[in-house]
């Protein structure tokens, strides 16, 4: 079963035309993108059951950094659990201690009271061997008053329904998790119940996505926020919004409340259906391939876990290309081979050597690549840059250096950047229907926006792709000039959402207290 385009050619520049073609976006695309991204928002808003799900969070406020306390944090996502001890100091700034506890295959596939008592378990470990802090309220920090129970945030990384700040029923299990018995109850009465069995005095009162722990964290640290980002393995955004347009919550108390609430967008399903993003046969095999065809479409775009997989598959099509190979000499490896062979971080050092300084000529950020370089027409700077490409090429996909020419790391090189600037511009989407959503912006600046006049524009982010890929942040930021305008680019700060997961869920805790929620 072949999962990738073959090239058939009569010129060897053409191909590489073709695919500047299929991946660059320009400035019309990424309009349009971000108007099917409002529909999207409003259609999530208004009703359930949306692939742009809109999560409802009953987070009705963010910290501005004074807020105090002590709390416990679990993180369930992936393969280990996490357990966090979270001490809030009031200056923007925290204590935190951790420790990571393992879940084996067997629990991830067994009964749910087994794996939530191994959670309470854990939780229990933690506290005996690593707690450092006297539990105490913010409101009783002053008497010295002990709690009966030590309050704690849960972050679970799993498709939730929230209902309220501290309830949400499982959707789905996804990351290789398929407990028993788990799919349509609360998680957050699934984890009370395994610390009541134990009789221990811990209440879990806050449940937050990994997400909306990024705008928490970083409003804490910043004093403020309004949205929070994850551009890494997968992505996904929050921010918070008017109650007045989540008319999904109408006959809910909150409803009636109004103000500000979270939500957890879930902006990895845009645009599942594929009318809008702009699709190349190496998207449509990595769907076709993948766990989840014909869902998470826009995560399949920008998101790390597939970025990798995508360069693999067009590199591999130049190696196949007739009537002569465009790469290697038509050689190939095992791990090129290989589905998933390729991870993102290739990409990233791949980039990270060819920046250095700003020596090379023009002729090198779109090179005729179909013309084979002489290493004696090269100046010093860029017959070193791609020598240290051929090296990192030889390294990762098992080639014999001599296999790999300065024609083939300048191709590479090329492919990582046209995917990675791509998978940018398409992030600065999200950002920018975020801003234009909230009123601080609109479209392309051409009006004054209603809301955040001459205010800075917090935003927390976290996740391998913005915090180490070359560029990423500044591409993304390119994509907002041109969707935003200059002037609310300028005023949107950006900026690392340190531990949102811990953090993140110590915060909402807190705010499970200050509401009455406990």
């Known amino acids: 079963?072949?999962?990738?385009?073959?090239?058939?050619?009569?010129?060897?520049?053409?191909?590489?035309?073709?695919?500047?073609?299929?991946?660059?976006?320009?400035?019309?695309?990424?309009?349009?993108?971000?108007?099917?991204?409002?529909?999207?928002?409003?259609?999530?808003?208004?009703?359930?059951?949306?692939?742009?799900?809109?999560?409802?969070?009953?987070?009705?406020?963010?910290?501005?950094?004074?807020?105090?306390?002590?709390?416990?944090?679990?993180?369930?996502?992936?393969?280990?659990?996490?357990?966090?001890?979270?001490?809030?100091?009031?200056?923007?700034?925290?204590?935190?201690?951790?420790q990571k506890y393992r879940v084996s295959e067997t629990l991830k596939s067994g009964e749910a009271t087994a794996l939530f008592d191994y959670l309470a378990d854990s939780v229990d470990a933690f506290l005996t061997t690593h707690a450092t802090t006297d539990y105490t309220s913010p409101t009783e920090a002053t008497s010295g008053t002990p709690l009966s129970d030590v309050h704690l945030g849960l972050t679970f990384s799993f498709p939730v329904e929230q209902t309220a700040l501290g309830s949400g029923k499982i959707l789905t299990w996804t990351k290789g998790f398929s407990a028993k018995n788990a799919v349509g109850n609360?998680?957050?009465?699934?984890?009370?119940?395994?610390?009541?069995?134990?009789?221990?005095?811990?209440?879990?009162?806050?449940?937050?996505?990994?997400?909306?722990?990024?705008?928490?964290?970083?409003?804490?640290?910043?004093?403020?926020?309004?949205?929070?980002?994850?551009?890494?393995?997968?992505?996904?955004?929050?921010?918070?919004?008017?109650?007045?347009?989540?008319?999904?919550l109408?006959?809910?108390?909150?409803?009636?409340?109004?103000?500000?609430?979270?939500?957890?967008?879930?902006?990895?399903?845009?645009?599942?259906?594929?009318?809008?993003?702009?699709?190349?046969?190496?998207?449509?095999?990595?769907?076709?391939?993948?766990?989840?065809?014909?869902?998470?479409?826009?995560?399949k775009f920008i998101s790390g876990m597939y970025l990798g997989e995508v360069v693999r598959n067009i590199i591999v099509s130049l190696v196949d290309a007739t009537p002569k190979s465009l790469l290697f000499g038509g050689k190939s490896t095992a791990f090129l081979n290989k589905h998933y062979g390729l991870d993102t971080s290739f990409m990233s050092a791949t980039e990270e050597a060819w920046i250095g300084d700003d020596s090379s000529p023009d002729a090198f950020v779109h090179p005729p690549l179909s013309v084979e370089f002489k290493r004696e027409e090269l100046n010093a700077a860029v017959l070193k840059k791609l020598d240290n490409i051929r090296t990192i090429i030889a390294k990762t996909l098992g080639f014999k250096l001599e296999d790999v020419s300065l024609n083939d790391?300048?191709?590479?090189?090329?492919?990582?950047?046209?995917?990675?600037?791509?998978?940018?511009?398409?992030?600065?989407?999200?950002?920018?229907?975020?801003?234009?959503?909230?009123?601080?912006?609109?479209?392309?600046?051409?009006?004054?926006?209603?809301?955040?006049?001459?205010?800075?524009?917090?935003?927390?982010?976290?996740?391998?792709?913005?915090?180490?890929?070359?560029?990423?942040?500044?591409?993304?930021?390119?994509?907002l000039v041109l969707l935003v305008g200059e002037e609310v680019e300028q005023r949107v700060e950006i900026g690392l959402a340190k531990d949102g997961s811990g953090v993140g869920a110590a915060l909402c805790a807190l705010m499970a207290l200050k509401q009455g929620a406990v």
């Not at 019309?28 to 991204?37: G, H, I, K, N, R």
Request: aromatic residues 8%; contains cysteine.
């Open 1 to 98: 079963m072949s999962s990738i385009p073959v090239h058939q050619y009569d010129s060897a520049q053409s191909v590489f035309d073709l695919l500047e073609r299929q991946f660059v976006i320009g400035e019309d695309t990424l309009v349009e993108l971000t108007q099917a991204f409002l529909e999207e928002f409003k259609v999530g808003l208004e009703s359930y059951n949306h692939p742009m799900a809109m999560i409802p969070t009953f987070v009705t406020a963010v910290p501005d950094g004074t807020e105090t306390g002590t709390f416990l944090a679990l993180d369930l996502g992936g393969t280990n659990l996490r357990v966090c001890e979270v001490v809030l100091n009031g200056n923007k700034t925290f204590n935190l201690v951790q």
């Open 186 to 248: 609360d998680v957050v009465k699934l984890l009370q119940d395994a610390f009541d069995r134990k009789h221990m005095h811990v209440k879990c009162v806050a449940l937050v996505n990994d997400t909306v722990g990024a705008l928490l964290s970083r409003a804490y640290q910043a004093g403020g926020c309004f949205a929070g980002a994850i551009f890494g393995t997968g992505t996904n955004g929050a921010y918070m919004e008017q109650v007045s347009k989540i008319k999904k």
């Open 250 to 299: 109408a006959g809910n108390p909150a409803w009636d409340k109004g103000g500000l609430m979270a939500i957890n967008t879930e902006w990895g399903a845009f645009n599942n259906s594929r009318s809008h993003l702009p699709t190349t046969p190496y998207d449509n095999a990595i769907d076709r391939l993948s766990i989840n065809p014909k869902f998470q479409a826009f995560e």
């Open 409 to 479: 790391a300048a191709v590479i090189r090329w492919i990582c950047s046209l995917v990675a600037r791509r998978a940018a511009l398409l992030s600065g989407v999200a950002v920018a229907t975020v801003l234009i959503q909230t009123e601080q912006a609109t479209l392309k600046g051409l009006e004054k926006p209603a809301r955040g006049l001459n205010q800075k524009l917090g935003v927390g982010v976290d996740g391998s792709l913005i915090e180490h890929y070359p560029n990423f942040g500044k591409i993304l930021r390119e994509s």
